[in-house]
């Protein structure tokens, strides 16, 4: 799964990742290190690339996804992930699945791993080895409410995690190489599909962090700084074996 994420919202990374033809100006001004799913109390909208006729737009949607059928409300169920071994069954999913791809920018991922004798589960940070921009596969959908207004929104498709993760989750976020980015945006659904594989092992970097992320308020550079060498959390968890 993934329900929190950090992106550093750099046009010139932008551009240079995504050939972004329109909307850069949309970006937000300062770097997100703790994104969490809208709630009732908040909305969280989050960058994604999509195509506009024939070229790639940046444009500032909630997240989670909001159902086209649901008059532009939240629904009860989490839609915050999708996954993709389901997704084109689902009502929820499977006219985005078709029609309404996208991507969406990252420079990591948290995920929290069960750890024995540990009362709270331990926050992983994951990201690129080289720690670039990257970007999970993700649905997008438009959905008109009772007052005529179009509320735009995400969700971020999962799969099978990695064997260097899964001692960590059991799924990840799918993420999208480069030259998948046409198949996935436009694409028909076999060319799409064909991304749908946990991403490399070799690709990624895995390693714990304080539990100071778990609080969604929280939102700074402490999110990611990796736990000090001598920290017992730290010795007690092995690190991901590459394959």
């Known amino acids: 799964m993934c329900g929190r994420y950090n992106v550093i919202p750099s046009a010139e990374a932008f551009l240079d990742a995504f050939d972004i033809g329109s909307g850069l100006e949309r970006l937000p001004d300062t770097p997100a290190f703790n994104i969490s799913p809208s709630t009732g109390k908040k909305t969280t909208r989050v960058p994604i690339v999509r195509m506009r006729g024939d070229q790639r737009e940046l444009a500032m949607v909630r997240w989670p996804l909001i159902p086209s059928w649901a008059k532009g409300q939240a629904v ?84 099978a995690a990695n064997p260097a993760l899964a001692h960590i989750h059991s799924r990840m976020p799918l993420i999208i190489p480069r030259n998948g980015y046409r198949d996935w945006l436009s694409g028909t659904t076999d060319e799409a599909r064909r991304w749908i594989h946990p991403c490399p092992a070799e690709l990624l970097d895995a390693y714990p962090v304080s539990t100071y992320v778990n609080n969604p308020a929280h939102d700074d550079p402490r999110c990611i700084e990796p736990l000090a060498s001598g920290h017992p959390a730290a010795a007690r968890i092995p690190a991901a074996k590459k394959s």
Not at 83 to 90: L, N, Y
């Open 76 to 159: 009860r169920y989490s839609t915050a992930n999708a996954k993709s071994e389901t997704m084109d069954s689902k009502p929820s999913y499977r006219r985005a699945w078709r029609q309404r791809r996208c991507l969406i920018p990252a420079n990591g991922y948290y995920e929290w791993q069960p750890v024995p004798e540990q009362k709270h589960k331990q926050p992983h940070h994951i990201r690129m080895v080289d720690r670039g921009l990257f970007a999970f596969g993700g649905l997008w959908e438009a959905s008109p409410t009772e007052q005529g207004e179009e509320i735009e929104s995400c969700t971020i498709v999962t799969t």
